[in-house]
């Protein structure tokens, strides 16, 4: 499967952006689908993950704030962000994981995963 990530920008603290991840070449339905995000001189690490089996989950920074959403019809997962945070700015990056795939407990690792977005920068800042 092959994955675009796109909707990122600038926004004040406390606005609100949603980061589409679509995909080609495969039903994003039959993977566990995480977003994960990598700020400047930190690693990269999952927010959130959804599957048709499982999750979502969150991490504990963005609980209540942001949410992961399926759309079969466009073949596509959303991040919605909302309450957004200077903290919040970073390079964010969908991928999936392997056919059949769930989020489980490693729902965050990158090893999870086998198919990468090419990442969307969102800032914010005032």
């Known amino acids: 499967v092959q994955l675009q990530a796109s909707g990122g920008g600038l926004v004040q603290p406390g606005g609100s952006l949603r980061l589409s991840c679509t995909a080609s070449?495969?039903?994003?339905?039959?993977?566990?689908v995480a977003w994960f995000r990598q700020a400047p001189g930190k690693e990269r690490g999952g927010v959130t993950c959804?599957?048709?089996?499982?999750?979502?989950y969150y991490v504990d920074s963005v609980k209540g704030r942001f949410t992961i959403s399926r759309d079969s019809a466009d073949n596509t997962v959303y991040l919605q962000m909302n309450s957004l945070r200077p903290e919040d700015t970073a390079v964010y990056y969908c991928?999936?994981?392997?056919?059949?795939?769930?989020?489980?407990?490693?729902?965050?690792?990158?090893?999870?995963?086998?198919?990468w977005g090419q990442g969307t920068q969102v800032t914010v800042s005032s």
């Open positions: 991928a999936a994981g392997a056919i059949g795939s769930v989020c489980g407990k490693a729902y965050y690792s990158r090893h999870h995963y086998r198919s």
């Open positions: 070449g495969s039903t994003l339905g039959r993977y566990a």
């Open positions: 959804l599957s048709t089996r499982d999750g979502p």
